[in-house]
């Protein structure tokens, strides 16, 4: 019975995207499933999304981020280490001045502040949060707002000023199917998948899928392409499964502390847009790649929107995969040190 449920509910999610597609929604197959999964979890409807529904969905969009990465655009990353790096640094600080806004206004201890406000995982964050006996049902509601916001505000703006396609950098893919290929691309990415939660890496999904396809297409090794309808089937995954997260009265909860998130996210989307302006004039990086490589988003669902919109995947999902990697290293050292620090004053 509760199999029959998971297969309803997946059918009214892919109902979702297929109305998103009909509407000429930014990335429908994200967005359509996402929209009608948290307006039915909301009015307490009797739908459930499998726990290994986003798990496969972000190994598909590992799969597919893996071939952009050739060696000409490898080389391109190199090249752009110092904007890399600004934008872990721009993220760090997004965190921390979030954490202030949170403490002060949201009427939350620091240490819930600070981590419901760093550009992180909502998982990952959620660990640490519960590790330094924080509130770890704020910090998980702050993550999924701001992932919800982000995830919605961003495509639909890049919709409105028609940016899509404008990569000045060339990609040049093979997109050859090979089923044998991509049955081996399959085995190997869930082997590293496992390895990645066996040793409690971040993203594990991700990053195993992401780093197998890597390894293979920066030797300009192609095993195969994956195919549009898998591609989608991902995108629908991880839109149901962030869907799934909205439970009823989701919005009914503290709703002064989700409002001050909610301006928090706005904010941060707005200084997104500057450092992405003053980046640009810097480097020869695209605004609109540097827009999404900016902006305090999850990594899946950035990376997806370059993708769906041809906008420096490579580069796109390099910035996030420092990001995550920089800020899961730092930010429970960095809470320890502003802790002292406020014990002081």
Request: charge should be positive; hydrophobic fraction near 55%; aromatic fraction near 12%.
């Amino acid at each position: 019975m509760q199999y029959l449920k998971y297969a309803l509910s997946l059918a009214i999610a892919f109902l979702g995207a297929q109305l998103a597609q009909w509407l000429h929604l930014p990335i429908p197959w994200l967005l359509g499933s996402l929209f009608i999964t948290a307006l039915l979890k909301i009015n307490h409807a009797p739908i459930e999304c499998h726990s290994a529904a986003r798990s496969i969905g972000l190994s598909i969009i590992g799969l597919t981020l893996g071939l952009y990465f050739t060696p000409e655009m490898l080389h391109l990353i190199a090249k752009n280490w110092l904007a890399l790096l600004i934008g872990l640094l721009f993220a760090l600080m997004l965190g921390g001045i979030g954490a202030v806004i949170l403490q002060r206004w949201g009427k939350v201890d620091f240490k819930t502040a600070w981590f419901a406000s760093a550009i992180g995982g909502a998982n990952e964050m959620s660990h640490l949060a519960e590790h330094y006996e924080a509130r770890v049902d704020k910090v998980a509601s702050a993550h999924t707002l701001r992932v919800l916001m982000v995830v919605v505000i961003v495509p639909f703006a890049y919709q409105f000023m028609g940016w899509h396609g404008f990569d000045d950098h060339h990609i040049d893919r093979n997109m050859e199917m090979n089923w044998f290929g991509l049955v081996l691309l399959v085995i190997l990415s869930y082997l590293a998948s496992r390895i990645f939660q066996h040793y409690k890496l971040p993203n594990p999904w991700t990053f195993g899928a992401l780093l197998i396809t890597i390894f293979f297409t920066a030797q300009n090794i192609h095993l195969s392409a994956i195919p549009d309808p898998i591609v989608h089937l991902g995108q629908v995954l991880l839109g149901w499964s962030l869907g799934n997260k909205f439970k009823a009265g989701f919005f009914k909860t503290a709703p002064h502390y989700l409002s001050i998130v909610a301006l928090c996210n706005l904010g941060a989307l707005v200084l997104t847009g500057l450092v992405a302006y003053i980046l640009m004039r810097w480097t020869d990086i695209p605004l609109p790649t540097l827009g999404l490589g900016l902006a305090p988003g999850g990594v899946a669902e950035m990376t997806i929107t370059a993708n769906v919109l041809q906008l420096g995947v490579p580069l796109v999902t390099a910035f996030h995969v420092v990001r995550m990697v920089g800020v899961l290293g730092t930010v429970g050292y960095l809470y320890l040190f502003f802790e002292k620090v406020l014990q002081k004053k």
